[in-house]
């Protein structure tokens, strides 16, 4: 989790586009600065494309891989998936490294060959 709330990579969500979105900002003719790209935002505008990439990738990062923000249902329900995912790997990178090592004349060693 980070600053802004979670941290959800959209590109493993189900029904996510298998390329990221291209942003094409133009500016608008009327009052010279760049519209964020959602329609349910509400920000007035950017004076720079920069500022509007950066407003899509903090508060919208959803609008690369989507069309329209997913349920927040279907973002808790992977965050459970990818726990799970995370505690089953985990468990056996702790399986593998439980192996014993001694040196050919140590007691231990010899007692047990």
């Known amino acids: 989790m980070n600053k802004r709330g979670k941290d959800v990579n959209w590109s493993m969500l189900a029904n996510a586009s298998p390329k990221t979105k291209r942003l094409h900002l133009e500016k608008d003719d009327c009052d ?16 720079t494309q920069r500022g509007c990439r950066k407003q899509v990738k903090s508060k919208h990062s959803w ?38 090592t001694f040196d050919k004349i140590s007691n231990i060693n010899t007692n047990f060959l």
């Open 32 to 47: 010279d600065r760049f519209h964020c790209p959602v329609q349910i935002c509400k920000h007035d505008g950017f004076t």
């Open 63 to 100: 609008y690369y891989y989507f069309d329209e923000k997913p349920d927040s249902v279907q973002t808790e329900s992977f965050d459970g998936q990818a726990n799970n995912n995370a505690a089953a790997d985990q468990m056996t990178v702790c399986k593998m490294r439980t192996v014993a």
